[in-house]
């Protein structure tokens, strides 16, 4: 199965740089430091229950995560607070842009889901709760080192800076939600938080390195006793399913049918329960703002391997 996977792998990383970069998306582009990125890169790395590892392509090289955090802010603010965190933030798809900030008034300030933005800046604002936002970064960094069991992982500060410059849309959101008294700090410091994370660097090794406690039932890969109990990481994949690639997520999972998360940096964390963590990366982006060819490739090897979990 192993020699078959790494051919599998290996095959599908040479069709995606077989694409011509005009076929792949645009790269984002209102975070002004993620337009540098090549638009030509292409990243693959399986990782399986067994700890044995395939990569392909530009696996290797750190790309922005942007949204790819909002599954480990989830999870850190899940074993802070526990289900309490269900009274400030949904579980529903929105149906609508990761950004927007439309359902927020009708719906008192709740975003729909964690893995929105307007969600992801609650569950920064749970993670700032008795810290000063440097100490809260700094966590949110210390677990995802651990995760992947790697403490070269850092936040690219040029990125960060740049979502500092430019979030107005965020901005809006963290404001409109601290009127209703979702976000409870000074939402400049929320947000502060919240950018620099979405700025974590992060190579496609380590991002299916630091999700494969999705795929163990919430064990740590390293043998190191448990990140989540097997209920949490469960309906942690459930939530990447119905939620994590946006108003794209009915789509993903009718193509690929593997809980996944989306990153406007081009990558794409994939889950398959009691199998492999995956991670993919090609910047061009689709309407929806996920990853064209990162969500090929997934479908690419869904097919060729079987996974699924339907
Ligand atoms: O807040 C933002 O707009 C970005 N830091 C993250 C958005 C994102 O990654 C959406 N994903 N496809």
């Not at 051919?7 to 998306?25: C, K, L, N, S």
């Not at 960094?141 to 403490?151: I, K």
């Not at 974590?200 to 090794?205: I, P, Q, T, V």
Request: some cysteine.
């Amino acid at each position: 199965m192993s020699a078959d996977l790494e051919t599998i792998v290996a095959e599908i990383a040479a069709e995606m740089a077989a694409v011509p970069v005009a076929r792949r998306g645009v790269p984002a582009s209102y975070i002004p430091e993620l337009a540098k990125v090549d638009p030509g890169r292409f990243g693959l790395a399986v990782v399986l229950a067994d700890g044995q590892v395939h990569v392909a392509g530009d696996a290797d090289e750190a790309f922005s995560i942007q949204s790819i955090s909002k599954v480990f802010m989830l999870t850190l603010a899940l074993g802070k607070i526990g289900d309490g965190l269900w009274a400030r933030v949904g579980r529903e798809p929105s149906g609508n842009a990761f950004n927007s900030i439309v359902q927020l008034e009708a719906e008192k300030g709740i975003p729909r889901n964690p893995f929105i933005n307007a969600g992801a800046l609650v569950v920064a604002d749970v993670l700032l709760a008795g810290h000063a936002p440097r100490e809260a970064i700094g966590e949110i960094l210390q677990f995802v080192r651990y995760l992947a069991d790697d403490d070269s992982i850092v936040v690219d500060r040029a990125v960060a800076r740049s979502e500092t410059e430019t979030g107005f849309r965020n901005a809006a959101l963290a404001n409109y939600m601290r009127a209703f008294g979702t976000i409870t700090h000074a939402p400049e410091l929320t947000l502060g938080v919240y950018f620099h994370v979405c700025a974590l660097a992060m190579s496609c090794r380590q991002l299916a390195l630091a999700g494969r406690f999705l795929a163990l039932d919430g064990r740590h890969p390293g043998g190191r006793g448990r990140v989540v109990s097997a209920e949490r990481a469960r309906r942690i994949a459930a939530l990447m399913l119905t939620c994590g690639h946006y108003d794209g997520s009915g789509d993903f999972a009718f193509r690929v049918g593997i809980p996944g998360k989306s990153g406007v940096g081009g990558g794409i964390l994939a889950v398959v329960p009691g199998v492999a963590s995956v991670a993919v990366w090609s910047p061009g982006l689709n309407a929806v703002g996920n990853s064209t060819l990162g969500a090929a490739a997934l479908e690419q090897l869904a097919r060729r391997t079987g996974w699924s979990v339907f």
